[in-house]
């Protein structure tokens, strides 16, 4: 049974009225109360209250603020299921983020609970984050207004830095809104009247200058604003793949499986030999040696399916007298995966390949691909591809994909969502190399934004100007921000290990990272603005 929380009526607790039972008030100025201000909890339950069925029958599910709410605090502690749910306990301001009237002093769900979330969410994450990301980017004043409109010349001079006064409004929007969990609707008599003028006064308008529907539409403001692209990989939490290592694990668990369908018919029939301590023998003697020779590990790729082509050749025979069914749930999808996996490497081995389409690298997470990135650190990552659009400093989605893909096909789609976001097109598009092919040159030229980069076509004869080069190390200067936005998911938020197992849980895992880097990006602003004005209050009492 689905039943509606508060939210949706605009009832939030105050922190006044949460209950401690060894007495006190909460500090309004906390951060997981102040954060609790800034997610729209009412948004989120309208998509995850479609899930369920309209009755009354059933058991109450928990309410979306607590689950998300949880997930937001795993996140941005970075802790497990069980940590998680430890920590709210202990902890009232986590209590109140999660929409509880009290502290309590058990766990409110099982930490078993967060796997469902993490299933269920995975499309109110995604929508909440546009939210959130574009409710922050509109409020921020952009440092490029002055541009022109057209964005598209290169003698555009140097662009204005953001002056002071710009930022204290826009900490003061924030401040304000933070302070208010949603803002008071019109009375009803007031937009009665209002929709009652509005269209008298259009069907006067329209019977003294009779116009057509195209007419009527409002202009097309003119380019504002920067957008940032890139893609990175988030990897997953796998060990670094090997044919011969991949190989061993897919024989021991064909081996278990073995056993398993030959318990029932023990002392009725003979145990099919597997030769299970000669192949632990010859891949400890390869998997020991420090470097390895090709033809070393040639030779051990091919012992090794040897053994795991028999393994599969006894449990085909043994499937004719007993049945599946009694393998578990994994046994079994362990088994399919293997299949596929000894069909792979076989085909690689005939052929002295390493390259495969759609290539496992992994038995226990079988969506995982390998994302070829050239990067210094790894050349190749195991994970999901991602790429990613900033704004004013708030990260976007564009596409997430297991497969891997090429960025540059995703920015004409980048540009349309935020003219869909902000109601207008980029003025500058900053990009690395990859997007700077013709279609998109062609796309962007037409629609008058400035993509970052040279010119195609051959180079001046004299050399580029010193305003080209002012542009160009001004760019790369901007585009620098996506990077450290990177850097700041990988390394604080989790985005450079995704710990979750599946591929639903994980895609909802990366999204959660991107949102809370979103919130806490709202929060610094709101904090920095709370700081001032203590400053400020402070040097006017001493000079007083």
């Known amino acids: 049974m689905f039943k509606p929380t508060a939210h949706l009526d605009n009832q939030l607790i105050l922190p006044?009225?949460?209950?401690?039972?060894?007495?006190?008030?909460?500090?309004?100025?906390?951060?997981?109360?102040?954060?609790?201000?800034?997610?729209?909890?009412?948004?989120?339950?309208?998509?995850?209250?479609?899930?369920?069925?309209?009755?009354?029958?059933?058991?109450?599910?928990?309410?979306?603020?607590?689950?998300?709410?949880?997930?937001?605090?795993?996140?941005?502690?970075?802790?497990?299921?069980r940590e998680t749910l430890e920590s709210i306990s202990e902890n009232p301001y986590m209590q109140y983020f999660i929409g509880l009237p009290g502290f309590v002093m058990k766990p409110p769900f099982h930490h078993s609970m967060m796997t469902h979330f993490r299933k269920r969410l995975t499309d109110v994450l995604a929508e909440l984050n546009e939210i959130v990301a574009t409710e922050g980017a509109k409020e921020t004043k952009d440092d490029d207004d002055s541009n022109d409109a057209t964005g598209g010349g290169k003698g555009q001079g140097k662009r204005s830095k953001k002056r002071a006064s710009d930022e204290e409004v826009e900490q003061q929007t924030m401040f304000a809104q933070s302070q208010v969990a949603s803002s008071e609707a019109a009375s009803p008599v007031e937009s009665m009247a209002t929709e009652s003028e509005v269209p008298e006064t259009n069907k006067l308008v329209c019977e003294a200058h009779p116009k057509s529907t195209a007419e009527w539409e409002a202009p097309e403001q003119p380019n504002q604003g920067t957008v940032l692209v890139d893609a990175t990989c988030a990897p997953a939490d796998v060990a670094y793949p090997t044919n011969l290592n991949l190989l061993n694990e897919a024989r021991e668990k064909l081996e278990a499986i073995i056993d398993t369908l030959h318990e029932p018919v023990i002392g009725q029939m003979a145990k099919p030999r597997t030769y299970r301590e000669k192949a632990r023998k010859q891949f400890l003697a390869v998997s020991k040696q420090r470097r390895p020779g090709p033809k070393v590990i040639r030779k051990a790729i091919r012992r090794q399916l040897g053994y795991v082509g028999r393994n599969l050749s006894i449990i085909a025979e043994q499937a004719k007298s007993q049945p599946l069914t009694?393998?578990?749930?994994?046994?079994?999808?362990?088994?399919?995966?293997?299949?596929?996996?000894?069909?792979?490497?076989?085909?690689?081995?005939?052929?002295?390949?390493?390259?495969?389409?759609?290539?496992?690298?992994?038995?226990?997470?079988?969506?995982?691909?390998?994302?070829?990135?050239?990067?210094?650190?790894?050349?190749?990552?195991f994970g999901a591809k991602i790429a990613v659009s900033m704004t004013k400093g708030y990260a976007f989605l564009d596409r997430l994909s297991w497969d891997n893909f090429n960025e540059s096909t995703t920015l004409m789609d980048v540009?349309?969502?935020?003219?869909?976001?902000?109601?207008?097109?980029?003025?500058?598009?900053?990009?690395?190399?990859?997007?700077?092919?013709?279609?998109?040159?062609?796309?962007?030229?037409?629609?008058?934004?400035?993509?970052?980069?040279?010119?195609?076509?051959?180079?001046?004869?004299?050399?580029?100007?010193?305003?080209?080069?002012?542009?160009?190390?001004?760019d790369t200067g901007e585009r620098n921000a996506i990077e450290g936005k990177f850097g700041e998911g990988k390394r604080k938020y989790g985005l450079g290990c995704i710990r979750?197992?599946?591929?639903?849980?994980?895609?909802?895992?990366?999204?959660?990272?991107?949102?809370?880097?979103?919130?806490?990006?709202?929060?610094?602003?709101?904090?920095?603005l709370i700081f001032t004005l203590l400053s400020r209050s402070r040097l006017a009492m001493s000079f007083g």
Request: proline share 4%; hydrophobic share 35%.
């Open 16 to 81: 006044g009225d949460f209950f401690l039972p060894f007495g006190g008030k909460l500090d309004e100025d906390n951060r997981w109360v102040q954060l609790a201000r800034l997610v729209p909890w009412a948004e989120a339950e309208k998509t995850y209250g479609q899930f369920f069925k309209d009755t009354f029958r059933g058991q109450q599910t928990i309410s979306l603020r607590m689950g998300l709410g949880a997930l937001i605090i795993q996140e941005r502690m970075q802790l497990t299921d």
């Open 326 to 381: 009694l393998l578990g749930r994994k046994a079994y999808r362990d088994l399919l995966v293997i299949h596929e996996l000894y069909r792979q490497q076989l085909h690689m081995y005939n052929e002295r390949s390493h390259q495969m389409e759609d290539r496992v690298v992994s038995i226990h997470q079988p969506h995982v691909r390998p994302i070829v990135r050239g990067k210094a650190k790894a050349r190749v990552e």
């Open 415 to 474: 540009i349309e969502k935020y003219r869909s976001r902000m109601g207008f097109y980029p003025a500058v598009v900053q990009a690395d190399q990859i997007y700077r092919t013709r279609e998109n040159r062609r796309f962007c030229k037409q629609h008058g934004i400035r993509l970052s980069g040279p010119a195609l076509g051959r180079k001046p004869k004299n050399g580029p100007t010193s305003e080209d080069r002012q542009v160009a190390k001004q």
């Open 500 to 528: 979750a197992r599946l591929a639903k849980t994980s895609e909802s895992v990366i999204t959660l990272q991107l949102l809370v880097m979103n919130l806490e990006r709202r929060l610094r602003v709101l904090f920095c």
